[in-house]
């Protein structure tokens, strides 16, 4: 989950996201948020769910980090966004996948 979330948000950063560009700090974020979102259900699940778990787990971590500055709340290190969205979807995930 890790590893396909950290990978995806880097991909995501890179070519999708303005500025277009490599962002290290976004990657290590997505790694985290992919570390926070399998916590619940690490136990429990497959390696192909797992996978499942960690891209979804970018994908919250990129909305949460573009809409927070749009809400105008600052949050520098994008704790909300890897610890609060990726635990709420770790705790669905484990009902889901569980």
Not at 12 to 20: D, G
Not at 44 to 54: D, L, R, Y
Request: glycine fraction near 10%.
């Amino acid at each position: 989950a890790p590893c396909v979330s950290g990978m995806l948000v880097f991909f995501l950063r890179a070519r999708v996201f303005q500025p277009k560009r490599l962002d290290v700090s976004a990657f290590c974020n997505g790694i985290l948020a992919g570390l926070v979102a399998i916590t619940a259900s690490c136990a429990t699940v497959k390696s192909w769910e797992s996978m499942i778990i960690g891209a979804v787990a970018a994908l919250v971590y990129q909305g949460a980090s573009v809409l927070l500055p749009k809400l105008q709340i600052d949050d520098v290190v994008d704790a909300f966004a890897v610890h609060a969205a990726n635990g709420s979807w770790g705790l669905l995930a484990a009902g889901l996948f569980g």
